[in-house]
């Protein structure tokens, strides 16, 4: 459905890994192997955190309708800016308009969230659930995508205090709603959550079939295997990237997550838990 690449680590330019590495962000806009379309063509978008701002500051934001691969804009601001932790997805529409609404990332205060899947049946779902969102957030929902209001009934359901809990009970709820309308495993995809600190990533579906997820390995290790390789020596020992399907083919760079695990990168490292097992 769409590609979404997340890192975090000491500040670069996000060139490196959406438009710079073998198979970046952009070039699977084009061509994605893994992905359920191979081309992701219908707009885009990237969320970061200016280098040095204070935790707790909102993001900015530049999402297109353009394909990414065409938007000269796109290449200018990731060649410009420095980030300690970015958002990036590509978007491949499963239904909804294309409007600059409905491209991801969604922003929220300091959090950021992104979606690869859909939410089977959101047409028969949509009114139940925007119903349940908070009315203080809905009038934040300004596109029409399942993903939006995944977002707005996560941060109903606290995903401030509790991401774990909070992704646990709305992908609950869809299931709950989708059931009482007969909608066989509503849920479908990969999301991912950032406070500006924090990465949750989830891989997540109602069938237990869910979209790839990979996240890379450790930067000391893979320096020590290739210790030549200069493309890696931009990164910092702590850096970590979660990406719907690998940036490159160097063996070893990427571990898929295993199907119901939440990736959680922070300061500390990263580390996989179960979810929704």
Request: proline letters at 8%.
């Amino acid at each position: 459905m769409c590609r979404w690449v997340a890192y975090a680590g000491e500040a670069l330019h996000p060139s490196t890994l959406i438009l710079d590495t073998p198979h970046s962000l952009v070039a699977q806009s084009l061509n994605s192997p893994l992905g359920k379309e191979t081309v992701n063509g219908d707009g885009f978008g990237i969320g970061w955190y200016p280098a040095g701002d204070v935790p707790g500051k909102a993001p900015a934001l530049f999402r297109s309708v353009e394909p990414a691969w065409f938007d000269e804009n796109l290449s200018e601001i990731a060649r410009a800016i420095e980030t300690p932790l970015f958002f990036a997805h590509v978007r491949a529409a499963s239904g909804p308009p294309i409007q600059r609404t409905n491209c991801h990332p969604f922003r929220h205060e300091n959090w950021l969230f992104m979606h690869n899947g859909a939410l089977h049946g959101f047409t028969r779902m949509r009114r139940e659930l925007l119903l349940l969102i908070d009315p203080a957030l809905f009038p934040e929902v300004r596109g029409t995508t399942d993903s939006e209001v995944l977002f707005h009934l996560a941060l109903t359901h606290g995903l401030r205090e509790d991401p774990l809990a909070a992704m646990s009970r709305t992908l609950r709820e869809v299931e709950r709603i989708g059931d009482q309308l007969g909608i066989p495993h509503p849920v479908q995809g990969t999301f991912a959550v950032t406070d500006g600190t924090t990465i949750w990533a989830f891989r997540y579906s109602s069938i237990h079939d869910s979209r790839t997820l990979f996240y890379s390995e450790d930067l000391g290790t893979l320096q020590q295997t290739y210790p030549d390789l200069d493309r890696l020596r931009v990164f910092t020992k702590g850096a970590r990237v979660v990406v719907s399907e690998p940036l490159s083919d160097l063996p070893g760079a990427f571990i898929e997550v295993p199907e119901s695990t939440v990736v959680v990168v922070d300061r500390t490292g990263c580390r996989l838990e179960p979810f929704l097992r």
